[in-house]
């Protein structure tokens, strides 16, 4: 089993996920089987209870797992179907621990975060890391780990500390650490400023764990200087600086990354031996599609009226699927996130300019799409909208509490 562990320094939300996600669908196309973790340091057991305005959408896997999104993500990259246990928190590690003390597993002995906790982690890790994922009963050959949040974070030491253990557990050679950092380019002076992402190498090989390669995400292009900036301050040979500017799709991402041979970096550093059995049409499909979603002219305009629009990712899947079926329609998506609550009649006395820009932009759509939700605010406002695509013979689809206002407006 080879590992790739996935930090991010400087801020979270840097794209870690999407990262990830890429370099399994780069290893998947080159015929291996992968495999992906994602490790979350909140205390909470899952993400099940959480607002959608904490960590976006809550993802369910098909055992009933509510996970991360990014596990959704992982999904829809690789085509694999997760298990809850892919997705680890802090308090799922912790409950573990507290029950085996309490069964007096320990023997009587103090438990302590190390060794029990960060034994807990590994000993979880390599677990999961061997269970399918792909539909056939052969085990996975590459484990993709995620490690939420940023390096420094407190809740995050534990999990750092495991896999500086993990590192001679698997041995060196089969584990691969891959650092995602911020390149910020102030308005000010408008060059890439490398000293960020200088302090979160340092402090990573502080902890004990030192970056194989270095991805640094930035909103333009990162010149060769500042490539080799980085790499001379932060011991990564230049080809394992990775650069990655703000793309037009995700789905552009797999391709940035195979241009800068990471395939064959990592089948170097990993001794995948890759490079004998490549496919002569190697990641040709992603191609096409990332070609297509270029050159789509057509435009379908969809509005999602909800309840979480100011937090995009509240909605990740369903705004993936509109996606999806646009590409598959030859349809490029113009997609209009309405607040539910901006189309009910006490808004147009309240704040009427929120109003009537709100109704506007549904009367302009060619399809609306009304998700879930939780709570009583903004039904009404479902409900008007599913009034008017009725009347209006207007296409129309309601999910969970969407399809619901649909039948309270037609009962009514």
């Known amino acids: 089993m080879k590992y790739i562990l996935v930090t991010g320094g ?3 939300g840097i794209g870690k996920g999407v990262i990830a996600s890429s370099v399994g669908t780069i290893l998947k196309h080159c015929g291996l089987r992968v495999t992906s973790i994602k490790i979350d340091p909140y205390i909470n057991i899952d993400a099940g209870t959480f607002s959608p305005f904490e960590h976006g959408e809550v993802f369910v896997l098909d055992d009933g797992g509510e996970v991360d ?5 992982y999904e829809r990259f690789l085509d694999v179907t997760l298990h809850r246990d892919n997705n680890i928190t802090t308090g799922k590690i912790y409950q573990s621990v ?3 003390e309490r ?4 023997l009587g002995k103090t438990v302590q975060v190390v060794p029990h906790i960060t034994d807990a982690i590994q000993e979880w890790v390599e677990t999961v890391a061997q269970r399918p994922v792909d539909g056939d009963l ?10 939420g949040g940023t390096i420094g974070d407190i809740e995050g030491m534990p999990f750092v500390e495991a896999f500086r253990q993990f590192q001679f557990r698997v041995k060196r050679q089969n584990i691969c650490v891959v650092h995602v950092s911020l390149v910020p380019q102030p308005s000010s002076t408008g060059e890439h400023k490398t000293k960020p992402t200088q302090s979160s190498v340092r402090e990573l090989r502080g902890l004990g764990l030192s970056p194989d390669f270095i991805v640094c995400r930035s909103e333009k292009p990162i010149d060769q200087s500042v490539k080799h900036k980085i790499s001379n301050f932060c011991h990564v040979s230049p080809e394992k600086v990775i650069c990655l500017h703000d793309a037009q799709s995700i789905y552009e991402v797999p391709l940035m990354l195979e241009e800068q041979h990471v395939s064959h970096l990592l089948s170097d550093h990993l001794g995948l031996n890759l490079d004998s059995h490549r496919p002569r049409n190697f990641m040709k499909k992603w191609r096409d599609l990332s070609t297509k979603q270029e050159h789509l002219r057509s435009v379908v305009t969809i509005a999602l009226v909800g309840k979480y629009t100011q937090l995009q990712d509240s909605y990740a899947s369903v705004i993936k699927a509109l996606q999806h079926a646009a590409l598959a329609c030859s349809r490029k998506l113009d997609l209009k996130c309405l607040e539910a609550e901006d189309l009910e009649e006490e808004t147009k006395t309240a704040k009427p300019v929120k109003y009537y820009e709100a109704w506007q932009n549904v009367c302009k759509c060619h399809g609306i799409i009304v998700p879930g939700g939780f709570g009583q605010r903004g039904v009404e406002g479902k409900v008007a909208v599913c009034k008017w695509a009725r009347t209006t013979k207007k296409p129309f689809l309601g999910v969970c509490l ?4 649909a039948v309270i407006e037609f009962a009514r």
């Open 10 to 12: 400087v801020i979270s």
């Open 69 to 73: 999104l990014d596990l959704g993500n």
């Open 98 to 100: 507290i029950n085996k």
């Open 103 to 106: 069964h007096g597993d320990y």
């Open 138 to 147: 052969a085990d996975p050959e590459v484990c993709i780990i995620e490690l």
């Open 402 to 405: 969407g399809l619901q206002a």
